[in-house]
């Protein structure tokens, strides 16, 4: 039933003038490495068959943050959800209103229509890269390219489908020796501070398509031995198909099946866990903070007085944005701890001056509300999780620090989709749900004190190149004329430790 629909109004994305210059975007569907290839996402409201307004506006316009009258009474009148509460449910929601970080939780992992639970395809470049005998990097784009028009043939061969999501990690591009190089910083301090008092006992959330489990323990096997019969390897995954994609990589072949016995497969939401973990563990979360819900603060410009973002769905599906001055126990936490965990010191969007933030707003046509900043209240309940249920754990996690083609505002999202093997980048968080990526950046300024104000840790920051460099034999992903894709395609990510 969905299918059709989607693609009418996804072709009518394409026709829309505001979005034409999408068109000469590459086909290539990357999930931002080092800027060079950047997606993003947008409303997509769908008007009803006998709604005289389908013909007075684009059913993809965006609306205004400034709001007419006639929603207030639908706003008033329709309740507040939660994603948890809509997690049972089939159909996307109507009539109702929604905070921002519920909004973005349910797009993404509702398990009916969630991006994650069912529209994402995670790319698998078939055999491994020989890069030494690539000529130069962009030999190595080409061959990238062209395999996966072949990976997406291959699927639409069995399935075609114009909206297929799908995207890539550095876990599968440079396979296996990304993993390799988790594995030797695992073995390392594994050996220093726990070997041979505790098992390596590993944790990863979000392992897509469960290659850098596999690279991990082929990797620890062949190395150590005696670590590996001591390695107890644990997925928490709230995808139900991807954990079942996992189970299925691990049975694949004889080799990993060989692995069965040291892994586990737990298909739940990190969100959900209420079990103590009082043994020393690893905790690996590479690129899952980006796709962490969001809330959406906006600040008066008189006043300082924070708004928290919501969001309308009304009976035909579309969105409005409305900010209200009653913050809610999760975002009023989350702005105090930052402000004890850096002193004050993190990017804020009103300016300083209150003369010419009275000057500002005095001017025709300008809002009374600052442009706003998402904070990453989810990633504070996950370092809530860690400290509370994984006391003894060591985190290790990578992300993006710096994201291109974000949409307004301070630590805003790419919102992003694919539509018939072409990215399409869009301009609000508030779209079709399921359909489209939403992925943020990380401020490790400020979450890395964060993350030592609840957990007590200590931690250390390093780009994605510093840390491969220490952890990779970085000679295996090098061309002949000594370009090394693994060390310069996510120039825009960081890694952070616990020490």
């Known amino acids: 039933?969905?299918?059709?629909?989607?693609?009418?109004?996804?072709?009518?994305?394409?026709?829309?003038?505001?979005?034409?210059?999408?068109?000469?975007?590459?086909?290539?569907?990357?999930?931002?490495?080092?800027?060079?290839?950047?997606?993003?996402?947008?409303?997509?409201?769908?008007?009803?068959?006998?709604?005289?307004?389908?013909?007075?506006?684009?059913?993809?316009?965006?609306?205004?943050?400034?709001?007419?009258?006639?929603?207030?009474?639908?706003?008033?009148?329709?309740?507040?959800?939660?994603?948890?509460?809509?997690?049972?449910?089939?159909?996307?929601?109507?009539?109702?209103?929604?905070?921002?970080?519920?909004?973005?939780?349910?797009?993404?992992?509702?398990?009916?229509?969630?991006?994650?639970?069912?529209?994402?395809?995670?790319?698998?470049?078939?055999?491994?890269?020989?890069?030494?005998?690539?000529?130069?990097?962009?030999?190595?784009?080409?061959?990238?390219?062209?395999?996966?028009?072949?990976?997406?043939?291959?699927?639409?061969?069995?399935?075609?489908?114009?909206?297929?999501?799908?995207?890539?990690?550095?876990?599968?591009?440079?396979?296996?020796?990304?993993?390799?190089?988790?594995?030797?910083?695992?073995?390392?301090?594994?050996?220093?501070?726990?070997?041979?008092?505790?098992?390596?006992?590993?944790?990863?959330?979000?392992?897509?398509?469960?290659?850098?489990?596999?690279?991990?323990?082929?990797?620890?096997?062949?190395?150590?031995?005696?670590?590996?019969?001591?390695?107890?390897?644990?997925?928490?995954?709230?995808?139900?198909?991807?954990?079942?994609?996992?189970?299925?990589?691990?049975?694949?072949?004889?080799?990993?099946?060989?692995?069965?016995?040291?892994?586990?497969?737990?298909?739940?939401?990190?969100?959900?866990?209420?079990?103590?973990?009082?043994?020393?563990?690893?905790?690996?979360?590479?690129?899952?903070?980006?796709?962490?819900?969001?809330d959406a603060i906006r600040y008066d410009h008189m006043t300082e007085e924070p708004l928290q973002g919501t969001v309308l769905i009304d009976k035909y599906g579309d969105f409005y944005e409305f900010y209200v001055p009653q913050i809610d126990p999760v975002a009023s936490r989350f702005l105090r701890v930052r402000h004890a965990a850096t002193g004050g010191r993190y990017p804020f969007p009103l300016h300083q001056s209150k003369l010419l933030r009275k000057l500002r707003s005095s001017l025709p046509f300008s809002g009374n509300l600052s442009d706003p900043e998402y904070i990453p209240t989810r990633l504070m309940q996950f370092f809530d999780i860690l400290g509370k249920y994984f006391p003894s754990h060591r985190l290790l996690t990578s992300d993006f620090h710096d994201l291109p083609d974000t949409i307004k505002g301070i630590n805003a999202p790419v919102v992003q989709t694919r539509y018939q093997r072409r990215t399409v980048p869009v301009t609000t968080p508030f779209v079709h749900q399921g359909y489209f990526d939403i992925l943020f950046p990380t401020d490790f300024n400020v979450m890395e004190l964060m993350y030592r104000a609840i957990t007590g840790k200590l931690t250390r920051v390093l780009s994605h190149e510093e840390f491969l460099r220490r952890w990779a034999y970085v000679e295996e992903t090098e061309t002949k004329n000594g370009e090394n894709p693994l060390l310069v395609w996510y120039k825009n990510a960081s890694v952070m430790a616990t020490v």
């Open 1 to 294: 039933m969905d299918s059709p629909i989607i693609s009418r109004l996804f072709r009518q994305l394409f026709t829309h003038r505001t979005c034409q210059s999408v068109r000469s975007h590459s086909t290539l569907p990357f999930r931002i490495h080092n800027g060079r290839g950047a997606q993003v996402r947008r409303y997509a409201g769908r008007r009803g068959a006998n709604d005289d307004t389908t013909r007075n506006e684009s059913q993809w316009q965006q609306r205004s943050d400034l709001f007419t009258g006639d929603k207030m009474e639908e706003y008033n009148k329709y309740p507040m959800v939660t994603a948890n509460q809509l997690r049972g449910r089939r159909e996307r929601p109507r009539r109702v209103k929604m905070l921002t970080r519920d909004f973005i939780e349910d797009a993404l992992y509702n398990p009916s229509y969630g991006y994650f639970s069912k529209q994402v395809v995670i790319f698998s470049p078939g055999e491994v890269f020989d890069f030494n005998n690539l000529e130069n990097e962009n030999e190595f784009h080409k061959l990238l390219g062209q395999r996966y028009t072949e990976f997406e043939d291959k699927l639409d061969e069995k399935e075609p489908n114009e909206t297929r999501q799908l995207w890539h990690t550095p876990t599968e591009l440079f396979r296996p020796y990304y993993g390799e190089a988790m594995a030797r910083y695992l073995i390392s301090n594994y050996k220093l501070s726990q070997y041979p008092y505790h098992d390596l006992i590993i944790y990863e959330m979000g392992a897509g398509n469960g290659t850098l489990m596999l690279n991990i323990l082929d990797y620890i096997r062949d190395a150590a031995p005696s670590v590996y019969e001591r390695t107890k390897y644990k997925i928490i995954e709230i995808s139900s198909s991807l954990a079942k994609l996992q189970a299925h990589q691990l049975m694949r072949t004889a080799d990993s099946k060989g692995h069965s016995s040291h892994v586990e497969i737990i298909n739940k939401s990190i969100f959900e866990w209420d079990q103590l973990v009082a043994s020393p563990c690893y905790f690996l979360a590479m690129e899952v903070f980006d796709n962490f819900a969001h």
